[in-house]
């Protein structure tokens, strides 16, 4: 049995990530592969709970990256590891990228502390594709401005949106074999169109 293979989704809020996740799942699942699909902070039931706290309570900025890696610490060991050794396709709602564009890149954590925190608590897996979304800052957060119930990441100002987005297209850099640059701008058909041949390229690599 080979091993299963992880594409993560990236991007700022807004930039329309979510609504590709399913037809992605779908996509792979066509192709024969079985999908898990899942989602940090959370994707665990201790995960779904520091999510919670993520989202709504105010903390110092350490804490807030420790958080996000002990979800992912449980999260890599209850879900995506064992899915992978089964051979499953994990389909994952954002991952440690995330990390280095928002704390990282928003926040002004020290980037050496996030790749300590990195090697830690995985220090041999990184994505296999990490498709990255992305729009011109102003149309994310007027998407943004239209949606209710702002979480705590979402009420962020301008800046720290741009310094994230900064960080992820740096990242995107530094990794050009396993990123992809999807712009969210163009109509959604056309975005589709796109990830469809992306993804049917990479499951036949
Ligand atoms: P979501 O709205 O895409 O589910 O993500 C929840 C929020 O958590 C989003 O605003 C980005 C933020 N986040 C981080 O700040 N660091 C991380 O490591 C992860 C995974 C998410």
Redesign the pocket.
Known sequence: MSRGKFITFE???GAG??THISFVASLLHDLGHTVVTT????GTPLGEKL?EL??SENMHLET??LL??A??REHLAQVIEPALARGDWVVC???????????GG??KLERAKLEALEAWVHPHLQPDLTLLFDVPLEVARERLARSRNL????Q?KADFFAA?RDEYHRRAQQFPQRFRIIETIRPVAEVNALIDGLIREFARA
Do not use: N, W
């Open positions: 991007g700022i809020d990530k979510s989602r940090e902070p959370g999510r993520l989202l807030e990256a996000m890696f979800s992912r709602d954002r991952f440690t990228d995330a990390t280095f564009a928002y704390q928003g926040r979480d705590r990441f979402e962020e994230t």
